[in-house]
């Protein structure tokens, strides 16, 4: 079965710019996530879905960050404008249900110069 | 209070020995429990879920829960190189899974 996919997995672009992140989660999970890892903050969950549905975005750090999940197999992450504090790993994660295991796609490593 | 707290590491063992990693979290409505590893430059990958009081083995893992103390611990036996790696305990409340930071462990060959 396919995992979590992500796209794209780097992602470089200067200051300013917008950056989207993708996702396409796991056929058959209700709960998305988008998560952002660095070495100072470990794993941070910036937003979750449920059903398509965003239930908590208590995480994302500031209105720079948005998401949205137009159906069930498809996300998108973006920031606008980006800034170099910004630069982490991003990581998508999907499950079947409220307390069920999430799984993690392979991130997206964004930089920003 | 953190959400979720692990022992510092790094922990280091030698190869054959126990690892024995440790977890406490606040939140005593948490339902699930999970245990992540994670290689340097990889996603998350998920080796243990427990999610009633006691001991659950699975290959070389056993993770052990007790709520009643909300401690969480993972025992990694016969310990490999190959398990090297940072691993992550992970807490279930309402519809939040919460990471710890995680303990980094390197099994010496």
């Known amino acids: 079965d396919a995992g979590v996919i992500q796209s794209p997995r780097h992602e470089v672009t200067e200051m300013g710019q917008e950056v989207t992140l993708r996702c396409k989660p796991i056929?058959?999970?209700?709960?998305l996530f988008w998560y952002r890892q660095t070495m100072m903050r470990g794993l941070e969950l910036l937003i979750y879905?449920?059903?398509?549905?965003?239930?908590?975005d208590s995480g994302m750090p500031e209105d720079r960050f948005s998401a949205k999940m137009p159906n069930a197999s498809f996300s998108t992450l973006k920031i606008q404008p980006s800034e170099p504090r910004d630069s982490a790993v991003y990581f998508c994660?999907?499950?079947?249900?409220?307390?069920?295991?999430?799984?993690f796609g392979d991130g997206t490593r964004l930089s920003i110069l | 209070q953190k959400e979720v707290e692990q022992n510092s590491g790094p922990l280091s063992v030698p190869e054959g020995a126990i690892a024995s990693l440790n977890c406490t979290y606040s939140?005593?409505?948490?339902?699930?429990f999970f245990w992540y590893r994670q290689y340097s430059g990889k996603s998350p990958e998920l080796i243990m879920s427990?999610?009633?009081?006691g001991d659950k083995e699975d290959g070389r893992f056993t993770a052990q829960l007790n709520k009643a103390s909300q401690y969480v611990s993972l025992l990694i036996r016969d310990s490999q190189p190959s398990d090297s790696a940072t691993y992550l305990c992970?807490?279930?409340?309402?519809?939040?899974?919460?990471f710890g930071a995680g303990t980094t462990v390197t099994v010496r060959a």
């Open positions: 427990i999610y009633s009081n």
């Open positions: 992970a807490v279930a409340n309402d519809y939040k899974l919460s």
């Open positions: 879905f449920n059903n398509n549905v965003p239930i908590d």
């Open positions: 939140d005593r409505g948490s339902q699930s």
């Open positions: 994660a999907s499950s079947k249900g409220r307390f069920q295991p999430q799984h």
């Open positions: 056929s058959g999970h209700d709960y």
